[in-house]
C-alpha cells in the first residue's frame, strides 16, 4: 500500500512539475494598452486579457476562447477552429481585402537574417540581450532574450506561433508569418523567452510588449480546463457583439 500511494504521490507530483506563469502589458501606437497572463507548462499554452482567455493544447490538438461576461466558449480540434475562422473572415471581405489572396497565392520568400546587438533590458529580475530581426535587410522587430526564462521548454514554439497566426488570419502572407515561422527565428526564441519585443503595426505604428511578471511553478491541469458552468457557442456567436 506504501508503495501504491508514494507511486500516486509521484504521479501528481510529475504531472505539477515545472511551468511559467509570465504577465505581460502592451502599449500599442493609438495609445492603448493591454495586460495579460499566460501560462505555459507541458505543451500547453493559456493566456488571459480582459475577461477573455485562449487555451491551446498541442498535445491534444485542441484550442479554446472562453469569454467571462457572458460566460460562454467556442472551440474544439484546433484545424476545425482555424477552418472556420478562416471562412468567417473570407466572408466579411472584398476581393481586394483578402488578406489570403485569390487562391492562396503566397509571396516570395524573404531572407531572414537576426543581429546581436550590445543593449540589455531587465524585467523581474530576468536579463535579457537584444537582437535585431531583418527580412530582406530591413528592421521588422526587436527582441529582448532572457536565457534564464524558459518558458519555451514547455512547448513547441514553432507549432505555437503557427497556430496563433493561424487564429490571427495572417498565416502565409504577411512578414510576421515569414519572421516568425522561419528557422533563424525560431532558434533565438529557443533561446529564451522575448522580455521585450518591439515592432511596429500594419500602419506603421510602434507596439512594444514587455514582461512586468515570470516566475516557475508547479501548474495543475485544471489550470488549462474549461470553467464550469459556461455554455458552448459556435465562433459567429461567440464574435457578435453583446448587447
Known amino acids: 500500500m506504501r508503495l ?20 505581460e502589458t502592451t502599449n500599442y501606437a ?7 497572463r499566460i501560462t505555459i507548462d507541458s505543451q500547453r499554452y493559456k493566456q488571459q486579457t480582459k475577461g477573455e482567455t485562449l487555451i491551446i493544447d498541442l498535445k491534444q490538438e485542441t484550442v479554446y476562447f472562453v469569454r467571462d461576461s457572458d460566460k460562454s466558449y467556442f472551440g474544439g480540434r484546433i484545424d476545425e477552429v482555424a477552418a472556420e475562422l478562416r471562412k468567417n473572415a473570407m466572408s466579411e471581405m472584398n476581393e481586394e481585402d483578402n488578406i489570403f ?5 503566397v509571396e516570395e520568400d524573404k531572407t531572414i537574417l537576426i543581429k546581436k546587438l550590445k543593449e540589455r533590458f531587465v524585467a523581474s529580475g530576468f536579463s535579457g540581450e537584444k537582437y535585431l530581426i531583418l527580412a530582406n535587410g530591413e528592421p521588422k522587430k526587436e ?18 506561433n503557427e ?9 502565409a ?9 522561419s528557422d533563424e527565428y525560431i532558434g533565438l526564441i529557443k533561446q529564451g523567452y522575448p522580455i521585450k519585443t518591439i515592432e511596429r503595426d500594419p500602419g506603421g505604428g510602434l507596439i512594444q510588449t514587455a514582461v512586468v ?31
Open 4 to 23: 501504491l500511494a508514494c507511486g500516486a504521490a509521484l504521479s501528481v507530483a510529475l504531472d505539477l512539475e515545472g511551468g511559467w506563469i509570465i504577465e
Open 101 to 105: 489572396g485569390a487562391a492562396g497565392a
Open 163 to 171: 497556430i496563433m497566426l493561424w487564429l490571427s488570419g495572417s498565416f
Open 143 to 160: 527582441l529582448f532574450i532572457a536565457p534564464k526564462l524558459t518558458a519555451y521548454n514547455e512547448i513547441d514554439p514553432k507549432k505555437l
Open 173 to 181: 502572407t504577411s512578414d510576421q508569418t515569414r519572421i516568425e515561422l
Open 213 to 243: 511578471k515570470a516566475e516557475q511553478k508547479s501548474v495543475a491541469s485544471e489550470e488549462f480546463a474549461l470553467p464550469k458552468g459556461y455554455a458552448k457557442t459556435n465562433s459567429e456567436e461567440f464574435y457578435r457583439p453583446l448587447e
Open 30 to 36: 493609438v495609445g492603448e494598452k493591454s495586460h495579460s
